[in-house]
């Protein structure tokens, strides 16, 4: 690691965390823009809810924009094929539809070019404006996913004959269909993009800051907040912890979420419901760039220090996989969580010698052939690829017979909703 980083690090992520919170101030003359595509699941789940954002919405902010992107991206999450990238969206979206209540069928599937083309020609020639449009669009997306061909024909008849008696504004058709890609339905407010579902409650928090609401919005109600519990009934906790749930976790060592969320688990979940906690470091992700701004606030959201820190190499990624190569399996969850409080909290260089051992001060292996190091966590490194998920850390969580995986902070939740959902299980069968 360089003398800089060891350094300045410290110095800047203590300054940066202590400075006084001055938040920014952005324009919402422009109002919102939602950008959708008809094959994106997350755009099915997204424009279910459009219709009560626009309603709640100030005068001088509506109508809603909505514009329908005709490309997919060129490149998905994590280097994920076409194929796979579907798959884990299919079922992302009906886990997401699940918990708060949308309607996603579990036979739900992308529509063909066919259809969409359809779809497109009501879209770009309907006279519908506000409301009304926002209201037609969501239908015509349950006919798309739902296979409803029978009403997308008639409805296609019906367009083609109003639009042979009335001309529409070309500028209303451009603001409507845009040939862009678009990886995942998005909202952009003041040159800032959101994730339609999984910021959702995070730009409505903003938008209120902006009093841009006539009423108190209400999304997404079966949000689960962090470091609140599902289960406090003892005999259903009882049924939890007699599962015995294993939890794998796969990580980057340079990864600052690797270390709050993990933190997290370990504290609010791994011995209140009895999970067997597994963690998997990985070889070097180069994850050591990151939003400094989002960890700072997760951190607080979970109650777990952050700063002053020094972002880890791969020379200090290999140093602290070394140390896990030569401990017993059972000592590696206590091992990791005293290595990334050192550097993620108390601003410590694994590769300085001095700061180390303040990190670690146990006996280890010092002979050990950095190859058989790189080769265990290469082992890591091909299960995670087999999961086939677009972010880290990722998460496959065993309950009985059945496997659930995901990744990413935003689903963390389910670990407990699972967790939860198993406890029910007796009483069924009951």
């Known amino acids: ?38 094959d994106d699941a997350y755009s099915y789940l997204a424009v279910q809810i459009l219709h009560q954002l626009d309603e709640i919405l100030l005068p001088k902010y509506r109508p809603l924009k909505v514009v ?55 879209l770009r020639h309907t006279h519908l404006t506000g409301g009304e449009y926002l209201h037609l669009l969501q239908n015509v997306f349950h006919m798309l996913w739902q296979r409803q061909t029978g009403k997308l024909d008639t409805l296609w008849v019906v367009t083609q004959r109003r639009a042979m008696m009335q001309s529409i504004s070309s500028d209303v058709q451009g603001e409507r269909i845009a040939e862009r890609p678009l990886a995942t339905a998005t909202i952009r407010f003041a040159s800032r993009d959101y994730r339609a579902i999984d910021d959702l409650l995070r730009l409505t928090r903003r938008l209120q800051r902006y009093q841009m609401f006539s009423q108190e919005p209400v999304f997404l109600i079966d949000h689960v907040e962090w470091q609140e519990h599902l289960v406090s009934d003892p005999v259903t906790l009882a049924h939890i912890q007699a599962c015995h749930a294993e939890l794998h976790l796969y990580i980057a060592l340079e990864d600052p979420f690797s270390w709050l969320i ?9 011995d209140y419901y009895n999970v067997q906690l597994k963690v998997h470091p990985l070889p070097y992700q180069h994850r050591d760039q990151f939003d400094w701004s989002l960890a700072s606030r997760l951190s607080q959201r979970v109650d777990v220090p952050f700063a002053p820190f020094c972002r880890p190499d791969a020379d200090a990624v290999m140093k602290m996989a070394t140390v896990l190569y030569g401990l017993a399996p059972e000592q590696h969850v206590e091992t990791i969580l ?21 990190m670690f001060d146990q006996p280890y292996d010092m002979d050990i052939n950095p190859q058989h190091v790189r080769q265990w966590l290469a082992q890591h490194q091909l299960e995670y690829e087999r999961l086939q998920l677009p972010d880290l850390p990722a998460m496959v969580l065993r309950i009985d017979q059945d496997m659930h995986s995901f990744s990413g902070l935003y689903r963390v939740w389910r670990v407990e909703t699972l967790l939860a959902k198993a406890a029910d299980r007796p009483e069924e069968a009951s």
């Open 262 to 270: 993990l933190a997290y688990l370990k504290r609010d979940m791994v």
């Open 338 to 358: 005293a290595l990334l409080k050192g550097v993620w909290s108390e601003g410590l260089d694994p590769n300085f010698p001095k700061h180390f051992v303040q």
């Open 1 to 38: 690691m360089s003398l800089t980083r060891r350094w300045l690090d410290p110095i800047r992520s203590r300054w940066f965390i202590d400075r006084p919170l001055k938040r920014s101030r952005l324009s919402p003359r422009s109002g919102l823009v939602v950008y959708l595509r008809l």
């Open 68 to 122: 329908i992107c005709t490309e997919p991206p060129s490149s998905y999450p994590n280097h994920l094929s076409a194929d796979a990238w579907l798959r884990y969206t299919l079922k992302d979206a009906q886990a997401l539809a699940q918990q708060h209540r949308f309607i996603f069928q579990p036979q739900s599937y992308p529509p063909d070019q066919a259809l969409m083309d359809q779809a497109l020609l009501v």
